[in-house]
């Protein structure tokens, strides 16, 4: 009975609050999910520019031979720094925002499942980056032994190993929090209708990487909490004279990080099968096999991490093992681009900029997929290792893979985010300026590699200099055209012409039912799920 | 009846606790690193921060729950708990799963390889410790932190493992009590098992102390100590933090909170103690036993 009046006061207090929190506290205590996904959103970009401008201090030292710019110490914090901001604060980051706002107004729901811990999962990052950050203006300077952590170098630093430990921890926490919210969100929020295998693919990606992180991020933080006690506690974890082994922490760290490079990518994969069926006008070709290679990939993904050791002096069995599962990823991998290629097919294919990205997204992906599947092989890797032909692969999977695809999924919801149709002749520019400042910029560092240029080293012998050269003007250049879209994004926000809610006539899916922009409550009344409408 | 609910999924408005916890969380941490690097003004962050911390949970758990005794919180937001609580405690097992991954590969490969066994043994052992001969337990070929002793697995370590799987019987036995709408029993049950939680806490620390005091088994003794110490008390401070979820759960009882039906939070932290009892048996075999 005495429920009942609680009942009748939660509903008094629900009418007070139909619209966002009034001033700038909104943005702190919100338990939205479009708040929080902006959020996400902004601070991703943010660390963007930052881990850039760190990227261009690089590419501005290895602009021609010799030392100009930065010494080597502060070269070493320069690319140590630009990984883990890239990493950490940049792409995943981006991709929790993109989960916020599209996972409800995807599946027909009112909100996250865990508001109030959504809000913690994002506003924790800030402080794991000033955290990071300030490492910069301690004694002996930001981390220096590279976003991988190997120890015994990590461990020789000045200060910055405690707060570089903290600040991953704090990082992981986030992205537990953000995972289990994805998640419980996913599987227990669907509006009626909406089964497992109606749903959107950037949701079945989105549902799988959660699954990733909660496997992967905890095993990361066991091993900086390692590193930490190895140096602080007297642990001998990674010291031989006790009985340990460096290489073990090098098994600890790529059993997180090869999985990391699929959270990155998962979602990608589902932004890109999002678009091409909306500016192809057709269903996407093999829904389901692409969610089981999804599936597959993800799986795989946790018994190939020795493919970044193939050097270190593994066991045979174990180099042939990690070798032939590595091989394996391209299976699934080809699954998907057949199917983006079968879904364009005799298409009725128009160019906007989100499609562009997507359609640039799977050529360069693939590239950087192919130069992986040479990694992949133990015997050549004894060559590659450790040279620019790995830095032009990840960063192939990398840029134009997973930045090109938050480009593509950028231009594709902004107008229902914003209400507004962002600039597609700026659009465009911007595309056709990245495409092409990308591959100068990547390209040629396949060469350099090849031909035996060392990674993470500031100087190079001068039969290197021309594709060095080339390689930063490409760097800069890239730099450049992203204050484009920085320009465009601040000009949907702004006004423009107004959205409707469909935004492409081609577009399937509950978010194209909504106004744009959405209301504040999402689906306040779950709608129902036809097969028509439910994935594209 | 106090298990009417809301027909609508309860989204909450505004709350002032997540950025709490994050002030509360870089105090503590950047805190305690800068102790780490013997700067002492760490220490009064850190305990600035775990102040902040503490008084974030007891607000954000408070709320939690005069929200749920209120009846905010329909089913499906009970499924939502469960499911949340559900994946933590997986993704708690996977931290754990980091360190027995580091046992394990200690033991079966590198010590051995150490030792000179194998092809990759042949190419490092004899050229690094030509002496060194490999064993388990060991601490390493620079005898690290000096002779240790270990603990039998079958004193403190097996009555730990009884004190545990009972505790384990009791939070079953409080279960089927609040099922039963049996109040007392459940306090009983559930105050049985907080006191053979705690028991257990003790237990650990003599044994501890009777590792650093008589056998000079220590953190630093090389890897033997690092993977036992690092298991056992990560293992340690998650029994600690079951057994204080426990004793909320049992005041909480007390005050007459749960009925039969709905009892999410009861459930989560019985799930978080069988997770503690799961790890140690773990412990037991691999750590002490074999
Ligand atoms: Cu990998």
């Not at chain 1, 991709?95 to 706002?101: D, I, K, L, M």
């Not at chain 1, 290679?293 to 018994?303: Q, R």
């Not at chain 1, 055209?481 to 935004?503: C, H, M, N, P």
């Not at chain 2, 089913?75 to 708990?81: E, G, I, L």
Request: proline residues 5%.
């Amino acid at each position: 009975m005495s429920s009942h009046t609680a009942h009748d006061e939660h509903h008094a207090h629900d009418d007070h609050h139909h619209g966002p929190e009034p001033g700038l506290m909104r943005w702190v205590y919100t338990t939205n999910h479009k708040d929080i996904g902006t959020l996400y959103m902004l601070f991703a970009l943010l660390m963007f520019f930052v881990g850039g401008a760190l990227a261009m201090g690089i590419r501005a030292e290895l602009f021609q031979p010799g030392i100009q710019i930065l010494e080597p110490e502060l070269f070493n914090q320069f690319t140590t720094m630009h990984a883990l901001i890239m990493v950490f604060g940049a792409v995943m980051p981006a991709w929790v925002g993109f989960a916020n706002w599209q996972i409800p107004i995807m599946i027909g729901a009112p909100d996250m499942a865990l508001p109030r811990m959504n809000n913690w999962s994002f506003w924790i990052l800030p402080f794991a980056f000033t955290m990071l950050g300030m490492t910069f203006f301690i004694p002996g300077g930001a981390p220096a032994a590279g976003w991988t952590m190997y120890p015994p170098l990590v461990l020789q630093g000045g200060w910055n190993l405690a707060f570089m430990v903290f600040a991953v921890h704090l990082m992981g926490m986030s992205s537990i929090m953000g995972a289990i919210n994805v998640i419980v969100t996913i599987l227990n929020m669907r509006a009626p209708g909406m089964t497992l295998l109606r749903m959107p693919l950037f949701i079945w990606t989105w549902l799988i990487t959660a699954f990733l992180l909660i496997a992967a991020m905890p095993v990361l933080a066991g091993a900086v909490t390692m590193l930490l006690t190895d140096r602080f506690f007297g642990t001998s974890f990674f010291n031989a004279a006790g009985g340990g082994d460096p290489v073990m922490f090098q098994h600890v760290f790529w059993f997180f990080g090869h999985p990391e490079v699929y959270i990155m990518i998962l979602p990608a994969f589902g932004v890109v099968s999002q678009i091409i069926p909306t500016f192809a006008r057709k269903p996407l070709f093999g829904y389901e096999s692409m969610v089981y290679a999804t599936a597959s990939i993800a799986f795989l993904s946790f018994i190939v991490w020795a493919h970044h050791m193939f050097t270190v002096g593994m066991p045979l069995t174990g180099e042939l093992f990690f070798m032939f599962t590595t091989m394996l990823i391209a299976v699934p991998t080809g699954v998907k681009v057949f199917n983006w290629v079968a879904t364009m097919w005799r298409g009725a294919m128009t160019f906007e900029t989100p499609m562009l990205f997507a359609l640039a997204f799977v050529i360069l992906f693939t590239i950087g997929g192919f130069s992986g599947l040479m990694l992949a092989i133990a015997p050549v890797d004894f060559q590659y290792h450790d040279t620019y032909f790995v830095v032009a692969h990840f960063h192939y999977v990398l840029v134009p893979g997973a930045v090109f695809a938050l480009f593509a999924g950028a231009y594709y919801w902004l107008p229902k985010w914003t209400g507004h149709m962002y600039d597609e002749k700026l659009g465009q520019w911007h595309f056709w300026l990245s495409t092409i400042s990308v591959n100068v910029l990547f390209f040629p560092q396949h060469f350099l590699g090849l031909a035996g240029m060392p990674r993470r080293i500031p100087d190079y012998a001068v039969q290197f200099a021309d594709w060095n050269r080339i390689s930063s003007l490409g760097g800069f250049a890239f730099g450049l055209s992203q204050l484009i879209f920085v320009y465009v994004v601040y000009k949907a926000i702004k006004g423009g012409e107004k959205a409707t809610d469909r935004v492409w006539e081609g577009a399937h899916g509950l978010e194209w039912t909504l106004s744009s922009p959405p209301p504040y409550h999402s689906f306040n009344t779950p709608p129902k799920v036809t097969e028509a409408e439910a994935h594209s | 009846m106090a298990t009417a609910t809301h027909d609508s999924y309860y989204v909450p408005h505004g709350t002032k606790w997540p950025i709490m916890g994050s002030i509360g969380l870089f105090l503590m941490l950047g805190g305690f690193a800068t102790m780490l690097n013997g700067a002492n003004a760490g220490k009064t962050f850190m305990a600035i921060g775990a102040l902040v911390i503490i008084t974030m949970l007891f607000g954000w758990f408070g709320q939690v729950i005069r929200e749920s005794e209120t009846g905010a919180y329909n089913a499906q937001v009970d499924v939502s708990f469960r499911m949340g609580m559900i994946w933590f405690i997986v993704s708690e097992v996977l931290f754990f799963a980091a360190f027995f991954g580091t046992l394990f590969y200690a033991r079966i490969y590198s010590v051995p390889w150490l030792g000179g066994e194998g092809m990759k043994g042949v190419a490092t052992g004899p050229v690094l410790w030509p002496n060194f001969e490999a064993a388990w337990p060991t601490n390493g070929p620079a005898s690290v932190g000096g002779a240790f002793e270990t603990i039998p697995a079958f004193g403190i370590p097996a009555l730990n493992t009884a004190i545990l799987l009972t505790s384990g019987v009791t939070v079953t036995l409080a279960h089927w009590a609040l099922k039963r709408g049996d109040r007392s029993a459940l306090c009983r049950w559930l105050f049985a098992t907080v006191a053979l939680g705690f028991i257990f806490l003790y237990f650990q620390g003599v044994e501890f102390g009777h590792a650093y005091g008589d056998l000079n088994l220590t953190l630093h003794s090389g890897i033997y100590g690092s993977t036992f110490f690092m298991l056992t008390g990560f293992h340690g401070l998650h029994v600690t933090i079951g057994a204080l979820m426990l004793l909320v759960i049992l005041l909480r009882s007390l005050k007459g909170h749960f009925t039969p039906e709905r009892h999410f939070a009861f459930e989560a932290a019985a799930w978080y103690w069988h997770f503690v009892d799961v790890v140690w048996l773990g412990l037991f075999i691999f750590v002490y036993w074999l």
